[in-house]
């Protein structure tokens, strides 16, 4: 299981002094087999190369009593959030600079011939045209690796990346509307409700600029089940 290397890696640190611990609890197992050499390597590394090791959707942290934590994304929102309640500001994005479609992938030397294998989305290239990346890391040395690899890459990027920042009401603060904040975790699923579509045209001069909303129709984030990716106090 990649999640074994995980173990590994955080008990040699250990042995170093890392104070990062882990349990069977904090440290789901993914049922997905890989292999990786890692040589010279911080934890910090040698985490990020297993998320790619693992199935789509899954993440990591460090918790506040120090443990390990890796898990899979909840399909259903944890958290229900209100505009005009708990909400009371939000800014949403969308970025399309990261996107890939198709990856080119070259790994290790087996036989003397390098493994290679092109990687396409034919959906996400008819949508937004074709996003190439180059990819090399000779310490994959088999193609089941390679192709998981590749796929988790582009299950990541294949699509546009909505990054939204949303500032809620403490129920400390306001008990009717705020929510308990200390229930929200990093890696938590989320939805926003009560987004209210404000009908106008936006113009450049005295011509419109694109057919369609500003960059990009924010009642998506109504639409999408998002993951809390970082909370501040």
Not at 26 to 31: A, H, I, R, S, V
Not at 65 to 87: Q, S, V, Y
Request: net charge neutral; glycine share 4%; aromatic share 12%.
């Amino acid at each position: 299981d990649a999640t074994k290397i995980a173990e590994y890696a955080i008990n040699n640190a250990r042995r170093l002094g890392c104070p990062v611990n882990w349990n069977e609890t904090t440290l789901q197992k993914t049922g997905q087999m890989a292999s990786y050499n890692f040589q010279i390597n911080t934890v910090q590394e040698v985490m990020d190369k297993i998320l790619e090791l693992t199935p789509d959707r899954w993440y990591w942290y460090v918790d506040p009593d120090k443990n390990l934590n890796w898990h899979p994304k909840a399909d259903n929102a944890i958290h229900t959030f209100t505009i005009g309640k708990e909400i009371y500001y939000i800014q949403a994005q969308k970025r399309t600079e990261a996107v890939c479609n198709r990856l080119y992938y070259v790994g290790g030397a087996v036989n003397g011939i390098a493994l290679y294998s092109r990687y396409d989305r034919p959906a996400s290239i008819a949508q937004y045209g074709l996003k190439s990346q180059k990819k090399t890391d000779s310490r994959v040395k088999d193609q089941t690796t390679l192709d998981l690899i590749a796929n988790n890459t582009l299950d990541l990027l294949q699509d546009p990346e909505i990054r939204t920042i949303i500032r809620i009401k403490d129920n400390n603060y306001d008990p009717e509307n705020g929510y308990d904040i200390e229930k929200i975790k990093v890696g938590d699923t989320c939805q926003i409700r009560n987004y209210q579509d404000i009908s106008s045209s936006s113009k450049w001069d005295v011509m419109k600029w694109d057919l369609s909303f500003w960059d990009f129709n924010v009642r998506n984030i109504t639409e999408t089940i998002m993951q809390i990716m970082q909370i501040n106090y």
